[in-house]
């Protein structure tokens, strides 16, 4: 998926609800340091926020990692797979090589999750590859989004197990 359909994320990031008489929440994720994050997008409106971020030395034209986090607020989806499809389906858009790889869910926890990638060798106008690692939640209030993308086709399994700790070790706070 190409960056300008995601936003991106940094060290720590906080979405919040604005809508009035719901209960306030945020998704902390805590992103790793040695990156040194920088936004390079921050964009709300009342149903949606998103956020993007690169490493301090890149920008949001040329990037080599780039995260993501969304906020859909008032959304409570509980099939989460359903979203997964959505994202599947954005993918091939882009890039009709598109793979999605289902990697982890859990349905039963306090706020339920899934993991998955989504690889593209190419897109038709750009032949760099891109590959991105998805966290979905729901939330009480919203629906949380996060990726970590690559310019790479595929994922490493070394890549996938580090970020997965970090998307699966966030927690909701309740504001």
């Known amino acids: ?6 936003t991106f994320f ?3 990031i906080l979405f919040a ?3 009035i008489g719901q209960d306030l929440e945020a998704l902390k994720i805590l992103w790793p340091e040695e990156y040194k994050w920088k936004i390079i997008a921050n964009q709300e ?3 949606l926020q998103m956020l993007q971020l690169v490493p301090e030395t890149e920008s949001a034209e040329k990037w080599t990692i ?4 969304m906020s859909a607020k008032g959304v409570k989806n509980p099939n989460l797979e359903n979203v997964m499809r959505v994202f599947r389906d954005a993918a091939l858009q882009e890039s009709p090589k598109a793979v999605l790889t289902f990697i982890e869910k859990d349905e039963k926890a306090t706020f339920p999750w899934l993991l998955f990638k989504i690889e ?3 897109f038709p106008n750009d032949p760099i590859p891109e590959s991105q690692l998805y966290y979905i939640v729901q939330g009480n209030t ?3 989004s996060t990726f970590v993308g690559i310019k790479e086709e595929s994922l490493s399994a070394e890549f996938i197990e580090k970020w997965s700790k970090i998307f699966k070790s966030s927690v ?3 504001l």
């Open 142 to 144: 919203s629906l949380y």
């Open 120 to 122: 593209s060798p190419n």
């Open 17 to 19: 609800q604005n809508a």
């Open 172 to 174: 909701i706070l309740k």
């Open 45 to 47: 409106d009342d149903g």
């Open 1 to 6: 998926m190409k960056p300008s359909l995601f």
């Open 66 to 69: 780039m995260g993501s986090m």
């Open 10 to 12: 940094i060290f720590v």
